[in-house]
């Protein structure tokens, strides 16, 4: 399979509100990505967007507006969608534009403006229930994830001060992230005695709600080897949707994480993911999700994760274990929904390129993952780069 | 490696104040679905106080909400089957948010209620009630695995609609 | 293209201007089982899906999310476009392409019939700050745009009256058509003006369907039924939607498309090299103006090709013989999936009384309608 490499990232602040519209965004992510990248609009074939509901930045055929600012006008762009899991996957789509051979360069984009919609994004929520058996019971965003993290701590006797440890790793890991919204110096207490959203969540075990973009740039093996110099590769790519009927699902295990995964590490050739992965950024909207979610990736046992997280088996300067969300994540960097996503991507990248400064993890890594989800619960996004 | 970040944050004032221009805009966007098949016998169903599933006879799953289609087996699934209207908790919330993010003084406690009659997993969303007022009480009276059972609205009232069922409450 | 890659399975609905029998997944469904056994696989075979979607459209906030079941797809990679259906054809070619996969399905559908206020839709496509405030009907966007081609090119409104004609005579002989219909060119300029000099019967009028397609590498062919319909050249290109910037006579991505296609397909005269033509016709000018973007007119002179007869079923280049989205009903992104159904029959001999005769090579192009600038070309064939 052709190889895919990575040239340049760039990213936004991450803001409740900012002044910029979504194509001013995305034009700030894409000049960072390309200047990292050292290369003009001119040299980019084609252009990737993934974003997520269109409700958020209350433009409908969003991926259009936003091509000004993508620098996609007279070129090939391609708008991909897996709600949540967009950012993870918008990646995923260059790869394949890239391997394909159709093209040797892509300009990767993500962005999200969830502030315009008023009185609250989560309003826009509401309309991802079914129309039928759903909706009219007068849902609201927050039940999907109070009630998969309930079956999740029920299955497995996992205790609210387990899962609010991720908040207090992610905030704090957060405060060394120049995009970072929400870093912070939180204790476990805080987290779990914050005013209760939807029991089990609370207001601190939640991600924001944010406007931001990032970019990626990518290329093909000859354009890089061309360039010069060391490369950080995309080694495998993985995504999974499972059945829409999510009451229907297990809640309490994202197999189709563990199905993303599997696809991405058969790419990658990696046998033993909790060897061969050194660093990871899992989807982590909500705290229980980052355990969850490193389940699904195999990188923990099922109901494990909480366990190696007690040991600080994911923190950022462990040297025996995988350092989890070094970036902050979503919980202290923000969640601006698929540009948090290419964040984590771009995360990776800085890590195994070791210019992740204040956040460069003490562990060597040569290969680290991202991951995304969302939908109904029910998509998982993976990308495995490597060095 | 991250330099010259860019972007320009918004405090709530700055809009209050004027400080910045908006402009609003109030969608129009009503939608009129079509049911289909199995979503329209399942209202016509709950209309007449029924919980309505459908079964296929390859892997003899039954499933809730019906389908007219197996996703699995990918084929014309084979039967109406009509379930009890009791079931099982597979999981549960105690909400106290409204979905504009205003907040409630009562809370709501949405559930995946799996149906009695319907293969085990096949849940439904619906909501507990007479179960407390606050996180104790409902922690103490709900937990997964408890036994429910759907109250109605009175028959003249249904609309064939899944708010047919008011809520669901304890067994015991 | 590294490997061959073609179309091997075809699955649809009929098309029609309301649908309350179905739900769009038991649309999906039915046209999934059709293309499944057109092809002769089952979902276990299927590698990868693409669907189609935009929220709005659907009614519902991150549509994705119902896309597997219904094309039996639960647990695989299946992702989201949300583009045009040629975008979609050329995001499967691409994942074909990688290696990782041998077959994927495509899928489009339109609901349109459940909008209530279609309008108010289209309009959330405009800038929000510089041109909704106006509070004007979105259909001024082709107005506007109609008016300026006609200038540049010298075609008529009289001429772009004839395309309604020809395409709602052409969906006549088209049995999945929701709106055949012998209509005169002078009772499309008599139709009430919309957007002057765009009139009521110059816009396609929106209907419901699916489309699923089997695409798969030649090297999966030999475990196929499907007849395979080969897809030599296929490019999308997007120009700004931005009202204040963007060119109003001619459509660039059709011509920067087009050229991309051709190059790939080995298409160096297009009205020689072409036996037909499915062409966006969302609009009777855009017909015109696409026809002259791909080169199948010179420019100026499409008006007059048409009138001459030239792209008439059983014409020189047959356009919209199947009666394009004016005959057959406007589907929104799924469009340009109704023109590769009829490419595919057409290049099978499966075109009945519609058939052109010895139909080797055809093309679809394709555009996301207003505001958009987006738009893309397949050329494709049979061995």
Known sequence: ????????????????????????????????????????????????????????????????????????????????????????????????????????TCLVMAEEKMSPTQPHPQGAFNAIYDQFTERPLGVNLLWIFSLEQMRYMQTYGIPMESIAKVAVKNKRNAKDHPSAQLGGDFTVEQIVNAEIMAYPVTRLMVSPVTDGAGAMVLCNEDFAKKKGGKHVWVDGVGWNLDTSYWTNRDLAYPQYVENAAKMAYKMAGIKNPREEIHVAEPYDPFCYKELHHLEGLQLAGKGEAPKLLEKGFWDRDTTTGIPSSPSGGLLGVGNPIAAAGIMKVAEIFWQLKGTAGARQIRRTAKRGLAQAWGDLMQVGTVVVLGT | MISELRGTSLREEDIGSGNVLTTEWR???????????????????????????????????????????????????????????TGRVNTFSVSYVNWDASRREKPQVPAVIEIDGASPGMGILHLLSEVGESVKEVMARVKVGTAVQAVWKPAAQREGSITDILYFRPLS | M???????????????????????????????????????????????????????????????????????????????????????????????????????????????????????????????????????????????????????????????????????????????????????????????????????????????????????????????????????????I????????????????????????????????????????????????????????????????????????????GGKLPVNVSGGSLGCGHLHDASSLRGLLEAVLQLRGHAGERQVANARRGLVCSWRSIPTATGAVAVLSRR
């Open chain 2, 27 to 85: 969608p129009k966007l009503d939608f009129a679905f079509d049911p289909g098949v199995a979503i329209g016998q399942f209202l016509q169903g709950l209309k007449e106080g029924k919980l309505l599933g459908r079964r296929c006879h390859q892997c003899g799953r039954t499933m809730i909400p019906p389908r007219m289609f197996c996703e699995l087996c990918f084929r014309r699934n084979d039967e109406w089957v009509e379930l009890k209207d």
């Open chain 1, 1 to 104: 399979m052709p190889k895919v490499a990575v040239l340049g990232a760039g990213l936004t602040r991450f803001m409740r509100r900012s002044l910029e519209t979504g194509r001013e965004l995305c034009w700030e992510a894409a000049s960072a990505a390309l200047r990292e990248a050292d290369l003009t609009l001119a040299d980019i074939d084609c252009v990737v967007m993934g974003t997520a509901p269109d409700a958020f930045d209350g433009v409908h055929m969003k991926g259009e507006y936003l091509l000004d600012g993508c620098g996609a006008k007279g070129k090939p762009y391609t708008r991909v969608y897996v709600g949540g899991g967009s950012g993870v996957f918008a990646p995923i789509a260059g790869w394949y534009h890239l391997a394909s051979g159709a093209f040797r």
């Open chain 3, 2 to 236: 590294t490997e061959k890659v073609a179309v091997v399975g075809a699955g649809f609905t009929s098309l029609r201007a309301m649908s309350p029998d179905m739900s769009f997944r038991e649309m999906v469904f039915d046209a999934a089982v059709r293309a499944y056994e057109d092809a002769g696989i089952t979902p276990r075979d299927i590698d990868s899906v693409v669907a189609l979607g935009e929220d709005f459209r659907e009614g519902t906030c991150i549509s994705d999310e119902y896309v597997p079941d219904q094309l039996g797809a639960v647990q695989k990679p299946v992702q989201t476009v949300s583009g045009d259906g040629l975008q979609g054809l050329g995001v499967a070619a691409m994942l074909l392409n990688t290696g990782a996969c041998e077959i994927v399905v495509l899928e489009g559908h339109s609901k349109a019939s459940n909008i209530r206020h279609p309008a108010h839709v289209e309009a959330m496509a405009l800038d929000p700050g510089f041109v909704r405030p106006h509070g004007w009907h979105p259909v001024f966007v082709a107005g506007l745009e109609m008016r300026r081609f006609l200038h540049e090119s010298g075609n008529t409104a009289a001429q772009a009256a004839r395309v309604v004609a020809k395409n709602r005579r052409n969906a006549l002989r088209n049995p999945i058509a929701a709106y055949p219909a012998k209509v005169s060119f002078e009772q499309v300029l008599e139709s009430r003006p919309l957007a002057e000099p765009l009139r009521e019967l110059d816009c396609a009028a929106p209907a419901d369907g699916a489309f699923v397609f089997v695409i798969a590498r030649e090297s999966a062919f030999k475990r196929l039924r499907g007849q395979p319909v080969f897809l030599d050249g296929i490019s999308w």
């Open chain 3, 238 to 313: 997007s120009d700004t939607c931005n009202l204040f910037t963007r060119g109003w006579g001619e459509a660039s991505y059709t011509r920067q498309a087009a050229e991309r296609a051709y190059a790939m397909a080995g298409v160096s005269s297009p009205s020689r090299d072409l036996n037909f033509a499915e062409v966006d016709d969302s609009f009777a000018y855009k017909e015109l103006q696409h026809i002259e973007a791909l080169g199948l007119a010179p420019k100026g002179q499409g008006g007059t090709m048409l009138e001459q007869g030239a792209f008439d079923a």
